[in-house]
């Protein structure tokens, strides 16, 4: 059995080949049934002596296989003209729409980057808290109306026992402060984003699910003019416009004093229109200087530690940024309004 000479002659068969016909043919004499040349060789492998059988019928296999492989990347070959053919290539293509990052996300990270280039960390919490660190903390008295139920979003969890209230859907990033401030001494400088949640009706302006941003720095010797020169650094790096500030006196549970700051009107420049209401002014965040309560509660001494904090609505800023009209917009995860926001981060 010259087996190569079987071979040379099989692929220069196969190479001729140019219709199905002509591959049946070839078929047939290599491995029909009837007059294949390879079934012939097998039937004769059993005439050979006992010890050539073993090797000669590895290598008529091999050859089979070769032989059949080859027919059938052939009948590919032959068929994909035919499959060609139903295609109809005058069909206009399918259009690829490059993805855009969300206008919420596009804001976080602007705020994020100019905190770090101050020396700030980005710090994370989970979305169900503890009343302790929601609520008791941060210096909430037990009667405060953000604990009724009717406020705020509580979470009934078999594992809490009798005390069913234990936990909640954060309706602040102010617990990422708490539980950051239990894990590190001063000095503390870290930044605060994420979801919150609150018992608000859907409209334009209210959402029970919206984002939040907050800002804590501890440390010896921190003063409220820290706090101004670090609101009034962001705020124009943020609306890259130099913009005046305002603080009017507020409450806020943590902190004491505490201040409402409004920016002079990016749209105006303070002069009067319809987006400020003709004050010349925006108000955009509350701020404080971390209420010694708050520092008690946290193990830190609050007669040598001081610290500010203040937090803003990231849909806030970015309707601000980008004259959004409604808040809904946000969340419909409509296309068409997201599309125009394809910038490179």
């Not at 690829?96 to 710090?123: Q, S, W």
């Not at 919206?210 to 804590?216: M, S, V």
């Not at 500010?308 to 959004?324: K, N, S, V």
């Amino acid at each position: 059995m010259d087996l190569e000479k079987l071979r040379k002659q099989f692929v220069a068969r196969l190479e001729s080949v140019r219709t199905p016909g002509d591959l049946e043919e070839v078929r047939n004499d290599y491995v029909g049934r009837k007059r294949g040349i390879l079934t012939a060789l097998l039937k004769d492998i059993p005439k050979l002596p006992a010890e050539e059988r073993g090797e000669a019928g590895k290598r008529v296999n091999d050859f089979k296989q070769f032989v059949e492989t080859e027919l059938e990347s052939r009948k590919n070959l032959l068929e994909q003209p035919a499959k060609l053919e139903l295609t109809d290539w005058s069909l206009p293509g399918k259009e690829y729409h490059p993805g855009a990052p969300h206008p919420l996300t596009i804001v976080r990270r602007k705020i994020e980057d100019i905190f770090r280039e101050m020396g700030y960390a980005v710090a994370d919490g989970p979305e169900i808290e503890t009343d302790f660190h929601n609520f008791t903390a941060l210096n909430f008295p037990p009667d405060h109306p953000a604990r009724d139920t009717q406020d705020t979003f509580f979470v009934d969890r078999p594992e809490d026992g009798p005390e069913k209230r234990n936990c909640l859907l954060r309706t602040h990033t102010s617990p990422v402060q708490i539980r950051n401030m239990l894990q590190h001494k001063p000095p503390v400088r870290i930044l605060c984003p994420g979801r919150v949640y609150r018992k608000d009706e859907m409209d334009a302006t209210h959402s029970p699910i919206f984002h939040q941003i907050e800002c804590l720095a501890v440390d010896e010797g921190i003063t409220f003019a820290d706090l101004k020169g670090t609101l009034l650094h962001f705020l124009r790096r943020l609306f890259e416009s130099d913009v005046r500030l305002s603080f009017r006196p507020t409450f806020f549970p943590f902190t004491e004093p505490s201040a409402d700051v409004s920016v002079s009107c990016v749209f105006c420049d303070g002069k009067g229109c319809s987006v400020c209401k003709n004050t010349g002014w925006i108000e955009i965040l509350g701020s404080g200087m971390v209420h010694p309560a708050v520092l008690e509660n946290v193990g830190y001494d609050s007669e040598k530690y001081t610290g500010f904090a203040f937090g803003l609505g990231i849909e806030r800023i970015a309707i601000l940024m980008y004259g959004i009209p409604d808040i809904r917009l946000f969340f419909q995860n409509d296309l068409r309004f997201l599309s125009q926001f394809r910038i490179v981060l």
